[in-house]
């Protein structure tokens, strides 16, 4: 059955196989967060983007692979609600954006800048930051030797806009700027986009918006 990206609390996780790398998306409430299970097919190392709200779905997910590291995109709690249930149980090593980790009650073993490299197992994910949505938000990129780009976004960027600044335009130029330089300037529209609510994306379908949004505000 071929991945759709579309969730639902409650509901089974959807996988998007590539030659690489395995994807697990799933959702868990109260607030609808994506959690992502990355694996690397050479090696079955794991890596988890957003440990969010609940442990018992997380780690049914990872199953007995076990997890060598977890990414928080950013301090929001609901992005990281399971997070110490999650390393207790796995001893994975936790990674967050320099700017956010004093934000997350769990201690950040590895502080992320922009450019920098998270591996699991043989594949390697570029962070990018982006500041706007918080201050220390992380976005990861996978260039995929093997097709298109894939991007997960946490909060940032969504099927039809960017995260939400609540309405304070600075925060918004700020985060608008750092997605449409960061992102859309040098990612390929064929990008897969994994974002922490919700569907996925691509950036193709979102480039012809980006105007639009920048006139709403939001």
């Not at 590291?69 to 950013?74: E, L, N, Q, R, Y």
């Not at 700027?177 to 922490?196: A, H, N, Q």
Request: charged share 20%; glycine share 12%; net charge negative.
């Amino acid at each position: 059955m071929a991945y759709s990206g579309a969730v639902k609390v409650g509901g089974p996780a959807d996988v998007h196989e590539l030659t690489d790398l395995m994807i697990s998306k799933v959702a868990v409430g109260p607030m609808d967060n994506n959690a992502y299970v990355l694996r690397c097919r050479a090696t079955d190392e794991q890596l988890l983007i957003d440990a969010a709200a609940d442990p018992h779905t997380i780690l049914a997910l990872v199953g007995e692979s076990g997890l060598a590291s977890v990414v928080t995109t950013h301090r929001h709690g609901d992005h990281w609600g399971a997070l110490r249930e999650v390393v207790g149980a796995t001893g994975a090593r936790t990674y967050a954006g320099r700017y956010d980790a004093e934000g997350i009650p769990v201690p950040t073993d590895v502080l992320v800048d922009d450019g920098d490299t998270i591996t699991v197992g043989r594949v390697r994910l570029t962070a990018r930051h982006l500041v706007g949505h918080t201050p220390g938000s992380i976005a990861l990129v996978y260039d995929d030797p093997h097709g298109p780009p894939h991007l997960f976004t946490g909060d940032c960027l969504f099927p039809g806009g960017v995260g939400n600044t609540w309405g304070d335009a600075e925060k918004f130029s700020s985060l608008i700027d750092d997605v449409e330089s960061k992102l859309f300037g040098e990612l390929p529209d064929e990008t897969w986009v994994y974002p922490g609510h919700g569907n996925d994306t691509t950036l193709g379908a979102e480039r012809p918006h980006l105007a639009q949004w920048r006139e709403r505000g939001w």
